[in-house]
Antibody
Framework: QITLKESGPTLLKPTQTLTLTCTFSGFSLSPSGVGVGWIRQPPGKALEWLAVMYWDRDVRFSPSLKNRLTITRDPSYNQVVLTMTNVDPVDTATYYC??????????WGQGTLVIVSS | QSVLTQPPSVSAAPGQKVTISCSGS????????VSWYQQLPGTAPKLLIS???RRASGIPDRFSGSKSGTSATLDITGLQTGDEADYYCGTWDISLSAGVFGGGTKLTVL
């Protein structure tokens, strides 16, 4: 059974750095094409794709956010960490991590709500 | 503004059929597989369809997907009140080198 769980702060102030951890189980980042992705959803709005890290450490970012995002992995703990710098209230959203194969998000975490407010 | 275009809402009566469209371009739908996701109120999205028309595990055959050129379609037959949800299409965009989603379609079962 594949599970993913996001963890991180609920409340941040503008200009701070957001660090989210995805802890996953039931799959490995070894097979070709397998990755862990990040997707967010502002309250009442649509899904927005953010980033993905593949098995070979290849990473891709949303062009609109690539200057603010980094993604790392800790395979010994089955974790992938997304960092977003200089947050703004428009970054308020539920952030999901996903088990990704190719361009498909096969499984999703429950999501974690992040609020950016002064 | 989402890269893929979906109608904001659709509705139909229980037992009827509904079609949700997803329009893109050659850099995304035209050259990649399309996935469909269902998001029930207050929950995380769930994969319904991958690879244009492959149902995910446990998804009933009332749900079907197809693709033609730069557009994709999700059909839901035998509508049930439990199908009321937001539906999103998604794929990879080779020009952006990033994933992309549609703006979502809210399904109401009248």
């Amino acid at each position: 059974q594949i599970t993913l769980k996001e963890s991180g702060p609920t409340l941040l102030k503008p200009t701070q750095t957001l660090t989210l951890t995805c802890t996953f189980s039931g799959f490995s980042l070894s097979p070709s094409g397998v990755g862990v992705g990040w997707i967010r959803q502002p309250p009442g709005k649509a899904l927005e794709w953010l980033a993905v890290m593949y098995w070979d450490r290849d990473v891709r970012f949303s062009p609109s956010l690539k200057n603010r995002l980094t993604i790392t992995r800790d395979p010994s703990y089955n974790q992938v960490v997304l960092t977003m710098t200089n947050v703004d209230p428009v970054d308020t959203a539920t952030y999901y991590c996903t088990h990704s194969v190719g361009g498909t998000s096969l499984s999703w975490g429950q999501g974690t709500l992040v609020i950016v407010s002064s | 503004q989402s890269v893929l275009t979906q109608p904001p809402s659709v509705s139909a009566a229980p037992g009827q059929k509904v079609t949700i469209s997803c329009s893109g371009s050659n850099s995304n739908i035209g050259n990649n597989y399309v996935s469909w996701y269902q998001q029930l109120p207050g929950t995380a999205p769930k994969l319904l369809i991958s690879d244009n028309n492959r149902r995910a595990s446990g998804i009933p055959d009332r749900f079907s997907g197809s693709k033609s050129g730069t557009s994709a379609t999700l059909d839901i037959t035998g509508l049930q009140t439990g199908d009321e949800a937001d539906y999103y299409c998604g794929t990879w965009d080779i020009s952006l080198s990033a994933g992309v989603f549609g703006g979502g379609t809210k399904l109401t079962v009248l």
